[in-house]
């Protein structure tokens, strides 16, 4: 099966940093999605993105498909960005996503 | 729009003990997935259903675990008997047809611990 990689494991930062999160892949994907779980444990996608480049005020997420990785991007980070950020790709759009281990997102006031 | 429901939040129980998720999607869903998230991991598909049938349940422990989906709505997670590996949270997720699209939208879990 399709293996996700994503790097760093964890990341500590003060607010008002910027921070950039990569998910690498090992097979063509049509399904790339971006999701944040809060320290409450609810995940919430960010991102649907199997190609291209997409902005959502200080998030944006650029994945180069050919290249087989994603990145995300979280700009002037507030405390709230804190928590996990999952990468799950899937072959075809209406197929099973699979997740990779996550980052680990710790912004500190 | 009304998120995904799941119920119970938490639930304790003992080894061998059987246990019950209930999920009910967002209403026009048609593909409901089972996952579970086992402390420090990501998800892990369980099963997936399309409207009332099962498309996936290829990592679904079946000599202790079912699901089903009645009507294609509502949707049950059974474990029996429960092991303590079986501790971990049981999230419930929903999408459209082409899901991708449109991304998928999780329940809050169910957070199991098998004593």
């Known amino acids: 099966g399709i293996q996700v990689e994503q790097s760093p494991p964890d990341l500590i930062l003060q607010e008002g940093a910027n921070s950039t999160l990569r998910c690498n892949f090992s097979d063509s994907v049509n399904n790339l999605q971006w999701f944040h779980q809060n320290p409450w444990g609810q995940l919430i996608n960010l991102f649907y993105i199997p190609s291209g480049t997409k902005q959502n005020g200080r998030l944006s997420a650029t994945t180069v498909a050919t290249e087989r990785y994603s990145l995300l991007y979280i700009s002037s980070s507030q405390t709230t960005d804190s928590g996990v950020y999952f990468c799950a790709v899937g072959r075809g759009r209406d197929d099973k996503i699979i997740f990779g281990k996550g980052t680990r997102l710790h912004i500190l006031p | 729009e009304a998120g995904v429901a799941q119920s119970p939040r938490y639930k304790i129980i003992e080894k061998r003990q059987s246990v019950a998720f209930w999920c009910n999607p967002i209403s026009g869903h048609a593909t409901l997935y089972w996952y579970q998230q086992i402390l420090g991991q990501g998800p892990k598909l369980l099963i997936q259903?399309?409207?009332?049938?099962?498309?996936?349940d290829s990592q679904l422990p079946k000599d202790r675990f079912s699901a089903e989906r009645l009507k294609g709505v509502d949707s049950t997670l059974k474990i029996q008997p429960a092991k303590l590996e079986d501790s971990a949270v049981y999230l419930c997720?929903?999408?459209?047809?082409?899901?991708?699209?449109?991304?998928?939208?999780f329940g809050s879990g169910t957070r199991l611990t098998v004593v």
């Open positions: 997720a929903s999408s459209y047809p082409g899901g991708g699209l449109y991304g998928y939208t």
């Open positions: 259903f399309q409207n009332n049938g099962v498309v996936d």
